[in-house]
């Protein structure tokens, strides 16, 4: 898991999922909502209030995606957050 920060604010988070066959990070706002999602290629996909369908924002690095997906103004970096138990 990882925190996004912008110019320093915390907007967000990352969360890496892993499956045998598949992974993706949930891409999440400040109140832990599940906004977003990147998948293992890079493609960054938002998903928009009363739309059934997610909307492709842009393809890149995990903090590009996420940047995309929470609408980030300014430079985003990440994070590692330590899980408890790991």
Do not use: K, Y
């Not at 920060?5 to 891409?27: H, P, T």
């Not at 493609?43 to 997906?69: K, T, Y």
């Amino acid at each position: 898991m990882w925190q996004v920060f912008e110019n320093e604010a915390l907007i967000g988070s990352v969360v890496l999922f892993e499956s045998e066959s598949d992974s993706f990070f949930s891409v999440r706002n400040e109140w832990q909502q599940d906004v977003g999602m990147i998948d293992a290629t890079g493609r960054a996909w938002a998903f928009r209030p009363h739309s059934a369908d997610a909307e492709w924002v842009g393809s890149g690095s995990i903090a590009v995606g996420a940047g995309q997906i929470l609408e980030a103004a300014g430079e985003v970096a990440l994070r590692e957050v330590a899980i408890a138990g790991q």
